[in-house]
């Protein structure tokens, strides 16, 4: 158990609908990090956050945002979901400093219909 | 920018062969690198990590070798197991502490 825990499991949603993903990060974890996993394009990442802050945003398309709130739990947001978006998303969190490794959720598995 | 590149599997071994899965990076830099690995219906859980040049990170018995020189960081297990079959991810982390992940490589061990 890497202590990281991600809610839903499982979502299934219709194209044009708004969903929302939950990440609690390790204790004592400042930093966040969401990653989206297809089967044609590996590992992206999306977006970091270190204690609330913004650090880092990768290939995240507008219609995605996210937050980490001051009890350090995060949030991405998916809108006008398209068939596309349909992956696995995964969260997870770190110390946040040089060489300290990532501790990866199980993943909220989205199925847009 | 920084990046990852993996040997394209799937690879496919007996039980008890040796595994090397190749890894090569391009960063400025000297970054950490890290191996995940990905069990069916799991997320990723850290094998080993290496911080820097010539720095040996090992195991469950796999093993990974910092290659400053070559820009390499290959993964090796001297005898698999079936319990072995999983996706096996390398990485590296750059300078805002994200990891950069290689496409992954599928491995499948046979009884």
């Known amino acids: 158990d890497s202590g990281v825990t991600q809610t839903p499991k499982h979502l299934i949603t219709a194209t044009g609908q708004r969903v929302t993903l939950r990440c609690s990060p390790r204790s004592g974890d400042l930093s966040v990090y969401w990653y989206q996993q297809s089967l044609d394009q590996g590992l992206q990442f999306l977006i970091q956050y270190y204690n609330g802050e913004e650090r880092a945003k990768g290939n995240i398309l507008e219609r995605f945002s996210a937050q980490q709130f001051p009890d350090l739990h995060s949030e991405l947001n998916l809108s006008s979901l398209e068939l596309g978006d349909s992956a696995l998303y995964f969260c997870?969190?770190?110390?946040?400093?040089?060489?300290?490794?990532?501790?990866f959720g199980n993943g909220t598995r989205l199925t847009v219909t | 920018g920084d990046s990852v590149t993996q040997m394209e599997g799937p690879v496919t071994l007996s039980e008890e062969a040796f595994l090397t899965i190749n890894c090569t990076y391009t960063?400025?830099?000297?970054?950490?690198l890290f191996w995940y690995v990905q069990y069916p219906g799991e997320g990723l859980q850290l094998l080993l990590k290496a911080t820097k040049a010539d720095d040996k990170g090992s195991n469950k018995g796999f093993e990974a070798t910092y290659r400053k020189e070559t820009t390499s960081f290959h993964l090796e297990k001297g005898s698999v197991q079936v319990s072995d079959s999983a996706v096996y991810f390398c990485?590296?982390?750059?300078?805002?502490?994200?990891?950069?992940f290689g496409s992954g490589t599928r491995l499948l061990v046979r009884p």
């Open positions: 997870a969190s770190s110390v946040g400093t040089s060489n300290s490794p990532l501790h």
């Open positions: 960063a400025t830099g000297y970054p950490s």
């Open positions: 990485a590296l982390m750059d300078s805002s502490y994200k990891l950069i």
